[in-house]
Structure formats: structure tokens, C-alpha cells
């Protein structure tokens, strides 16, 4: 079997007496979508947070790409950041409300030192493009873009990033159901041409039954199936 | 829109031309409708379509700075928490924090009836145990924060139907909830409704709300009627474009493969109307009269249908909103 991208083992997740998430395992190939079902309260988000490492688990492991994340430091994980990006639920407020889009979309490249004012804005306008918005919003604020536009936004800065892993929490749930079908075909595109891997949390069945690949059931936070 | 095929006087409530608008941009721009009596009334619609600002309306809870023309009779919003009622989204929005629960529905009753402090909050009780919160005499002195979210929409629920209004308008009454609890509530709503006897209007964005819960449907797009009809035939074989693309998106309609059937474009903000349809620029069939002229509700194949060319749409459609795939 060839090696998991993502492979989270016996994790527990506490905030302060409560245990959000105890004892769960799962991994994940490159291009493939796992979803995570549960109600809320589950410990889904709470699972995304750890693998994001946004929340230090209290225990177990998340691997990434073979290596072993809740060891590393702060600074340790800087460089590896990147590679796993979430896009949120609410797609403003993954966005700041006063940058332009593609101010949005060129920080994690100067972040990261890989912004060429030659080739910049054209990569920010080739992201947009890929997302299927016109380039032209780049100039906009996200106020200014609808939930749908502002989501695809949202997922070009994180494209931006050239990351191997998304963790998409609940990203359609806030869309209007007209534009929710054309955000999932993009998201759909984007994992069959770069071989991204999706941990996809939603709590609506039928999407997930349509999406994912495989999905696990989360309760009380355990895996209950799966 | 025309009348409908029931007499007037079969109305609860009747809507006419009814237009919303702020800052002369209007965002309901002319629906009619009925309420009839018992009935549940699915208006469905995305946001900035128009169907909260409408039930709104028929509350008299619109916004101040709100014009409003056309007509709504009876006018109830002066009988409102008496012979109509909210459910609204946010059920903590509703209730007040520094009171408790039983109290709040205690004094809801003695709004509307004279009754005795004591029997009021008999009331009380009885209205939370019938919405199914589990010790209902502790849990009338328990504040709202300590209520779960699904036992407060459950303690809203008590609130909108312990006077037994005529009409509940139950706005998004199910959106922060997940699967599950989401069922349970509009299965209680309608357990409620037919106890009162109430008609119920309910308005969602969520089509599997409408479906085993609604009898008839009222589809709004861009602040317009486009399918109003009874529920089941309009979801099972819809007339307008907008409701056959909003349908074939939906996940489980869907054939199997990855790629969806999906509207393009946005709908569009209020106060942009192009002339025409506002649906014309995401309509796979728009042609002809769609850019020119905007097309009035009329009857069409049981129900009403505002759409020039609805005879030319195929059935099912889902293949005429098959995008192509971007290249990478
Ligand atoms: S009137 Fe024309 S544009 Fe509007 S829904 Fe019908 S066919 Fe489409």
C-alpha cells in the first residue's frame, strides 16, 4: 500500500475537562475525500482543528506525509503549514474584509517568500481563473463578491499555497443551493488535476454520499463507523 | 399574479402585488398569493430572493426604513403572538436570557387571555411538555442559555402555538440545525400546527424541508414568483427553469459521477434587474421575449408558472445544466 498522505491515530483532543475527540483513527491517500459525519458537537471540527494543528491534540498522532506533526514546534511546522489549508464554512470570514482579493491571494505567497513582482500578479490571476472567477474581481473586497464567489476566492489563496491536503469544514454548508452544486464540481476538478486529498466535514448526508469516498461517523467524539 | 383557482373567501390570509423595497431598490417586486386555512405553505428561495422579507410582512415585522405596497388582508400583524406567530431562525433571538423559560411563555399567555398567574403558567408547562421538553414543571424555571440549541427551537415552538394562532410563520426555522434535529423540529412544527389548527408558513431555502412537509410550494427568485403549486408535483416534475436547475443540483438527484448539475452564474443582487427575466442570464433556454420582457405567473399545468417558455423545457431537465468541465 502506498503511503497515506494524512494518518491520524488515537487522537484526543481536550479543552480544559472536556474531551472533544477521544480516540480516533483514520487515514487518507492523495486524491481521495474522507468525510467526517456526525452531529455537531461530534468532535468533527475539533478533529479539522487538530489536523490543522490550530488546536494541539492532547494525545495520539496525525502524521503527514510520513512525518509526525504534534512533536514538532511552532517553528518546526512553519514550513509544512502550507501544505494542509482549511477552507472554512464562512467564506468571509476567511477573508479579511479590507484587502482585495488578490491581495488576499498573493499574502501566503510573499508569506512565504515566493512572490516575484514580475510573475506575481499573473499567478494571482491564473489561481482566480482556475477557481472560475474572472480576474477581474481581484479587485475587489470580499463584501463586494457573493458567498459562492467569495468561497472560490477563498479556495484560491489556499491553491495558493500549493498544498497537498484540504481540510474543508462544512465549505458549501452557508452557499446558496444554486451555487452549492458548482463549488463541489470545482472542488471535484481541482483534486482530479492535483491530486489533492480532502478531509471533508459536513453534516449533510447526501453530500456526502455524493462526494466523498469514503466517509466515517463521529458521536460523542468516537468513530462510530466507518 | 392572477387569482388563484380557490375562491377568495377560501383565504386565510391573501397577498396582492405585495412590493418591499429600501432605498427605492425593491427587493419583492409584486407576489400574490393565499394562505388557506390548515395548510402549510412552503415559500422557498435563496437569500435575496425576497422570502423572508415577505413573511416579515405578513407579521408587520419588516425592517423601518422598509416601503411596502400592495396589500395583505386580514392585516393580522396587530393580532400578532395572538392569531399569527413567529418561529424564527434564531431561536435565542426569540427568548429572552434573563428570564425563565416558563415565565416568558406564562406571560405570553396572559398577553392574550385573562387567566390567573397560576393557570398561565399550568399553561406553561403543559405547552413545554407537549413540544416534548423532558420534566417540564423544572424545565419552565431553567433560563434559555441552559437549554440545548434543539430544546430551545423546541421552547419557540411551545411559545408560537400555546395561543393557538391562526397562521405560524416559521422563518428558516431549521437552518442552524443538523440532519437529525432538523427533522425532528419540522416534524414537531407540523405536530403542532395540526394541533392548533393553525396554517403554517414555512420558509427555507431547503427543498427536503418542502418535501414531506409542505402541500403546496412558492418558489421566489429575485424578489419574483416563479412556481407556486402544490408541493409534490412541482418537486417531482418542475415547470419553471429556475426550480427543475435548483432541483438537479441537489446532491442526491444527481447522476452518479462527480459532477454535478449546477446553475451558473449568481442570482443576481437586488436592484440589477436586466430587462426581462432575472433568471434569463442562468437559463439554459432563455430565448426571444426572456431578454425583453418579464414573464407574469400564469396558469400552467396545475399551478403557476412565470416563465415564457416553460413548454420548452425537457423533463427531467437535468442535462441541459451539465457544465462542461474547466481544463485544468
Ligand atoms: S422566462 Fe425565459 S429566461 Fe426566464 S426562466 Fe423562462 S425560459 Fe428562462
Known sequence: MSEALLDVRDLVVRYGPVTAVDGVSFSLAAGETLALNGPSGCGKSSTALAVLQLRRPAGGEVRFEGRELTSLTERELRPLRPRIQPVFQDPYGSLSPRHRIRDAIAEPLKVQGRWHPTDGPARVAGLLDRVGLDPAYGDRRPHELSGGQCQRAGIARALACEPRLLVLDEPVSSLDPSVRAGVLNLLADLQDDLGLGYLFICHDRAVVRHFADRAIEMRDGRVTSG | MESEAQPPSEALLSVRDL??????????????????????????????????????????????????????????????????????????????????????????VRSVARVSRAKARARAVAALERVGIPDAARGARAYPHEYSGGMRQRAVIAMATVNAPEVVVADEPTTALDGERRDQVLRLLAERREAVGAALVLVTHDMDAVRGHADRVLVLYAGRPTELGPADEVLDHP?????????????????????????????????????????????????????????EPRQAAGRLVACHRWEELPHPAADLFLQERRPA
Open chain 2, 19 to 108: 412590493r418591499i423595497a429600501f432605498d427605492g431598490v425593491e427587493a419583492v417586486r409584486g407576489l400574490s398569493f393565499d394562505v388557506r386555512p390548515r395548510e402549510v405553505l412552503a415559500i422557498v428561495g435563496e437569500s435575496g430572493a425576497g422570502k423572508s422579507l415577505t413573511a416579515r410582512a405578513l407579521l408587520g415585522m419588516l425592517p423601518r426604513d422598509a416601503t411596502t405596497s400592495g396589500t395583505i388582508s386580514p392585516d393580522l400583524s396587530a393580532a400578532r403572538g395572538r392569531r399569527i406567530s413567529l418561529v424564527p431562525q434564531d431561536a435565542l433571538s426569540a427568548l429572552s436570557p434573563v428570564h425563565p423559560v416558563g415565565d416568558q411563555l406564562a406571560a405570553a
Open chain 2, 239 to 295: 415547470r419553471a427553469p429556475y426550480t427543475a436547475g435548483l432541483l438537479a443540483s441537489l446532491p442526491r438527484s444527481a447522476t452518479p459521477g462527480r459532477r454535478l448539475p449546477a446553475l451558473r452564474g449568481t442570482p443576481p443582487a437586488p436592484g440589477t434587474p436586466a430587462p426581462g427575466c432575472a433568471f434569463a442570464p442562468r437559463c439554459p433556454i432563455a430565448a426571444g421575449p426572456c431578454h425583453t420582457t418579464e414573464p
